[in-house]
């Protein structure tokens, strides 16, 4: 395997779970951090041969204009989980990542998430197609420099508004003649990245709610550059409990009447979920997945809301009220105090070793075994987050019998 | 199905859980309520001809002298789940009920038991055997006067002591001498009905923790007389939790350092487990799932308090503090507010019906399939309760396959 | 006392709140019930001689065309509170209160609630002054027919939207002169009835966050009538609580960071509440004391979320992020499910016998001894629970000394 | 004041909230932290000059051989609280107080504190006169060479078993003639430092719940030398609350049925509670205080367990089950997330600098307007933490008014 590079493209790679993947990646590589939160840990990928995470090259573009070291400082200072120690350990790794980061063309952000960039490209383009081009262009030089052998583009940015996927966006062949247009709307700046990375035959991941790749043109041009692509929405924490607990009401035949759920944090997404626009993506898809196991649609209510003392930890009250035997009403609440890049980070590792395995066994087009990461899993309707492991031990499983590593 | 007559015998036959199933069989019967919570009325169960829970003929053994009416009042009062026209409704079907329950012989009970007994029965047996005899009289009865063609003994009595299982009831050749003598300690009474059901090729099924069939003897006597048995320990709310979710923690690589949970309930069940040996069996079955899913041993702590005020209302906190990536400490909290008679019960009645259905089938020996009902399942280490179900889900399916219903 | 006759006047008559003021004033005459939850049934006022709940006569006005007996039965299902023997006890009582209830007048009260209107009133006012003189003869009948000596004017109705209030609010002169004209918005109906109330003489006590008599011509109108009014909103699970634990983390200067608090219910304020405008006044009213009592503004959110199948359940889960000694970050949550008409209907009665006791004693203008029964005491800035109810002891100790009943 | 010299003398000085205390002073004195958390630092102290907290001269003993800088890091690295570059900046603070500290007598600590001793004294005393006469040495040589005007001497020590007061405790004289005999079971370690404080005139501050000067004889010894006494047991968390909600429920009279409150922790303290004798004396501090401010006795539990992983964050959920009005059960949760020692530290500095403040006044005896600060107050039955804040508040004012500074 050390003759093999693989690098991983970051969009948003000063944010939060960006930071924590490159610490963790270099406290790991240190022998500062156990794989503790990592899935591809687990004894089910012994014997796979998964790229070591430390071995991983990072690069990536970002709106604001600060450093990896100076964002890990502020992590550990508002949500206080790791040693200071750790950042003198580190601080080498994260400067040469940092060293790789290139300010983000603004074509598509919105309005909330323009409101952050303090980092202005070179160049503005007009159109789409000069976006795609511009980024296109930052990902060939990484390769090249860094002679990669695979490269995964990996969105960890702020979570754009919803968009509406429509005629335009359902072949490539249509999409492709749009994207010369100076149209700003097209498409968001997500899925310029999409394409940029699927164009070069490189694999895209999308751990945001926002499109990304999630349209039927995306789709058709993965197939064509034989390229991969997963998402979207990691599944971290209060929807990750809903998948589990939803199908115990189910397999219980209690009746779920109503499941709210409340959310607060304070990290930099929750300035960007402020916007209304911008929550809408994020509660959506956390709403839809009881209501997707359990065949039925109780009352539910997602809010999430920023409260800046809270930091990177994010709470989440959920209130089920059910119905059971003879029609009593009872219910379940839970509590989960997570520290949110933290759950995220070794997910979206994972994430990186499980596709760049795929590659490595020819695989292309989506990841439908990776539905138990996701929020919105592409190519697949499982909710039910059991139901999703066993996606991925079946795929595991099967792989292993067919002897390809 | 009209012609065949199915009889549930139940030992603890005016206890709650007891006297829900028989208000339940009794209100659906009505059309007072829906079948929401029993697990056998799922679609995964459609076609298969189960037994109709209204065709259940119910008798029983009880060690107080009171009614199902008057306990389904008083039950009613305490807990406020139902309303009181229901009782008018259902009230002829509980008093038919009620007069098939017989004095339940005091051997084998413990003293904490013993002192809630208001209903002396004509005979006092002296030795295992002469109890068991004495069961299965009153067992022969019932099958004849009211034409059973199929019989099943459900334990729904109160939890006994943990009981070491020995060299005395690894054969049941052994056993048999031993039960002559007039040795109380032999066997807890829980046992002595099983032995009861299993001799006479009854079903046995122990909704409670104490030992009913749990021990090699009892396994080689229902394989000879060609009897099912299922059990034990009903998974109803905080340990049903615990092993919906554990696998969640293990799937995520999370490193849970404690899972701590402490239950409040008001019901007779917990005068009897304020007995610190009685509740030494419950609070075993309940600790032993998260160490045996997660695969290391965390801190636990299990605590189960009598709180007069709650009535049948079980509340639940647990508090499962984890580390995750970079060695962060996280917690998850729950609190769980369940009618305990109304989680049991139709429960009692799926093991009732799904039993039946294995009779019909030509089963033998203990179920394991319904691992997923019980704390601790007989003749499986399976506790992940997704695991379980899918124990369920793929018997069943074979079992259509296979076309016989 | 037998001879003097108090009469209630309630504002929202088949209201949930009303409800259970009429049926807990039967149920304790009939002795159903004790008076728990009645603060004036403390020995702190023992002899004090205030009227005896069972003599008070409820009479009223309501928009929709239903009955205090149906409203019960409504309230019962919904919630599951009281047993449906008490309605059978107490159903001519409730029946003789419904025959004194009018429709009201539909000046006023805005799109959210009109909507529910159901009962139409023989004559539409086209200006406030009509408005007031149809209320105003509703009264005036009531005291002729029932031979009243006391009215009080108790406002349970929805909750209106936030009112500026103006200039032209400012002195009841001008005020006078602008309730002739044809303007909807000059007044929103609780003001119409406070004002009704006030001109009469009669006593005003407004249990809403609506308008009702807080702005100065109100007062003014009260001094020149010699009437007493008390208000407003009651205070009695989230915002109590608040204004409980907010005086602890000041006493012990510990630094409250955020205070969030999210509330669920289900009862038919619940849909008004659905109503941003409507409900902006209940959040603003709950959302100010903690702030008021720290003596800075932590941040804070309210949510108040309508949940049908909660019923008359309003649950709320408060979040306190505070910081400790040596800034540790610390916090606090609670869960409080409290039945929203039996919290608040046994304060409305208190607030009636102890208004009427001020009555008695001479007392004119606003009550401000009262502030612990409300979150926006009129007269008196203090929010802290303990201070407040200190005012009220403090109160009647002194009147306990000038020997004035 | 400068020329003041006030020393406080820890028993228990290389503890968790000894450690929190000399951190503290340190840190405030090297400007690190604020005075959050500390209530003499509160608005209502302004003017009274209380000695500045940097001022403070600490000494003490302690059973283990250890250090306040390892203990300090021992404390940040299992809970996480500040920052490690604190350490660097109080290091010669904590140093300076570390050397003069001295092994404690092991006389009188019972058997499982007795566990944890490390540390051998030259000296092991016979009797307790000759504990006491040790302890006395170590203060005198302490008051000389650092030139100490006012000594106190705190004890934050661990939790001993309860101890029962009997004649021997009654009167000065009688004690006196028994601790030169050979019993060690005459008084608790607590006691003997109590007793050495009070007969040099120095002040006893107890913040645990262990005996101390509890008893009539030590209240008459503090009289004879005029010396000053406070205590007992600090009222940090669960049992605040206690004090601040049972106080709402009894205003509203609503009817508590029970109240059960678990608490779990991991800091020494917890080792020692294991013990059920060492747990019984905390248990009945936290238990009492319910009953006593309702008037009446609920249901209640308390139970304090040890989970290592915890490190000093305890966490309690309280759950409190109350009847309302027409009888409905409800309930209020709470869960408290606190820094044991970063609550308790502030409070034991708060408690020398108004102790100092009263010593300087001339004040003799039990300190009673300090109740808000302890479980078990000396000297007063109060528990509502409101009534007890208004004894110190009153205090203070009077204070004032007497212009005695």
Redesign the interface.
Known sequence: MSARRVGVWIVGAFGGVAT?VA??LS?MKRGL???????S??PLFDGLDLVDPGELVLGGHELRLTSLEESAEEFRQGS??????WLDVCRDDLAQATARVRPAPHLGIGATIAKLATWEPAHQPKTPRAAIDLIAADLREFVARESIDHLIVLNLASTEPPFAVEAAHQTWDRLKRELGKPDETLLPSSSLYAIAALEGGHTHINFTPSLGSSFPAAYELAESTKAIHAGKDGKTGET??KT??A??FA?????V??W?G?N?FGNRDGVVLDDPANKASKVGSKDKVVTSILGYKP?T?V?I?Y????GDWK?A?D?I?F?????????????????DS??A??LAIDLVRLADWEKRRGTIGPLKHLA?FFKSPEGVEEHD??EQ?RLLVDHVDQAKKTNVR
């Open positions: 924590t610490l963790g406290a951090a156990p794989s503790t939160g990592l899935v840990a687990l206080g989980v790791f040693d200071r120690s990750l409990l589990v607990l199908p115990m397999h219980r035949n209690l009746d009447m109503s709210v409340h607060i009352s209510l809010s809301e409260i800046p003392d809270m709470t009250w209130h009220h119905r059971g035997f003879l029609g009593a009403k009872m219910k379940m609440q839970f509590i989960w105090e997570g520290c933290l759950l980070a070794p138990s987050f059991f492991f």
